[in-house]
């Protein structure tokens, strides 16, 4: 199970929604909306999707049960905006990190911490998409699947091209940009994973020199520094 200390970060995504002009009833509507979504996180997560009904999610959020349905059809629809709306809250921060204006190296370093962060702080959400998808309920979300995968897609894609420019600095080894982001791509959520197994045992920041060290030993070229000299 995830550590008890970590939070479905609803304020930060609320945060990229909102807009200037919002009047207060709309910014009271978005907050009835983050505590549905919270309450339905925590009991999908304690007694798994399908042993949740709706009835409960309204009840948690001390809604009635007439007003959950005005914000969302059914707890499918409910299931599919928590993770979409994790998703595109992993899109915006990468992609935040990946179009900064510094050197290639530092930048794939903070990509590292920053998803590790946005892994970290959502834990219970992860952890709910794995237990349903590979518990049975794969074909049932199969759509939601194919979103959040052209979405890791195209953060994957800024990735590699980090990598890219490192190659043309000769900072990195002619390795194909995609397969770098790939395979650090899968080296950091492992790492996470092990995290989320024990976080004593396995505690994500420390052994992110760990990571580096793995990692980037393989793929520099010998003599360069971080910034290419």
Not at 132 to 149: M, P
Request: proline letters at 4%; charged letters at 25%; aromatic letters at 12%.
């Amino acid at each position: 199970m995830p550590p008890k200390h970590t939070a479905f970060p609803m304020e930060a995504i609320l945060s990229t929604q909102k807009k200037p002009a919002l009047s207060r009833r709309e910014q009271d509507r978005l907050r009835h909306r983050e505590l549905m979504l919270l309450a339905a996180l925590d009991l999908f997560s304690q007694k798994g999707f399908s042993n949740v009904s709706m009835h409960e999610i309204a009840q948690t959020a001390e809604f009635a049960i007439g007003t959950l349905y005005k914000f969302f059809k059914n707890k499918e629809d409910i299931y599919n905006t928590l993770l979409l709306e994790i998703a595109d809250l992993f899109h915006v921060t990468l992609t935040g990190v990946l179009t900064e204006k510094i050197d290639c190296h530092r930048k794939i370093q903070k990509y590292i911490r920053a998803y590790g962060d946005l892994f970290m702080a959502n834990s219970k959400a992860v952890h709910l998409y794995f237990a349903e998808t590979f518990g049975g309920n794969f074909n049932i979300r199969a759509a939601l699947t194919k979103q959040f995968q052209a979405t890791y897609d195209a953060g994957e894609a800024l990735l590699a091209s980090a990598f890219a420019e490192g190659t043309q600095k000769g900072l990195y080894l002619p390795i194909r940009p995609d397969y770098l982001a790939m395979t650090l791509n899968n080296t950091v959520t492992a790492f996470l994973f092990k995290w989320l197994d024990d976080p004593e045992k396995h505690p994500f920041e420390a052994n992110i020199p760990m990571i580096e060290t793995i990692f980037f030993q393989g793929i520099m070229v010998k003599g360069k520094g971080e910034d290419g000299e």
